[in-house]
Nanobody, 119 residues
Framework: VQLVESGGGSVQPGGSLRLSCAAS????????MGWYRQAPGKQRELVAIRTSSNSTDYGDSVKGRFTISRVNNEYTVYLLMNDLKPEDTAVYYC??????????????WGPGTQVTVSS
């Protein structure tokens, strides 16, 4: 399963960005799809994830500012990021896990997209 991300870039503090991630391949199911991020010198951390049952989970630092949404029929997930802060600067990675059409489990990562928040 391949993931293609888009929507990263540079923005001033308080601004907004929307990230997109599209999955393709021999997908039978997507059990969870979402975003993680990694800042320089830090470990990768959860940003937001949405499951097939439409439950969501957010990292503590983004709750109330970021919103994840998913278009099931299109295997696409979006991350709307509002009120961005310099500490949100990181490479954002899309992640999807589930089963392929041959019943093999997958846990795929996108190449990452840079988000920079700076004045």
């Amino acid at each position: 399963v391949q993931l293609v991300e888009s929507g990263g870039g540079s923005v001033q503090p308080g601004g907004s960005l929307r990230l997109s991630c599209a999955a393709s391949g021999s997908i039978f199911s997507i059990n969870g799809m979402g975003w993680y991020r990694q800042a320089p010198g830090k470990q990768r951390e959860l940003v937001a994830i949405r499951t097939s049952s439409n439950s969501t989970d957010y990292g503590d630092s983004v709750k109330g500012r970021f919103t994840i949404s998913r278009v099931n029929n299109e295997y696409t997930v979006y991350l709307l990021m509002n009120d961005l802060k310099p500490e949100d600067t990181a490479v954002y990675y899309c992640n999807a896990r589930g089963y392929e059409s041959n019943w093999e489990a997958y846990n795929s990562w996108g190449p990452g997209t840079q988000v920079t928040v700076s004045s």
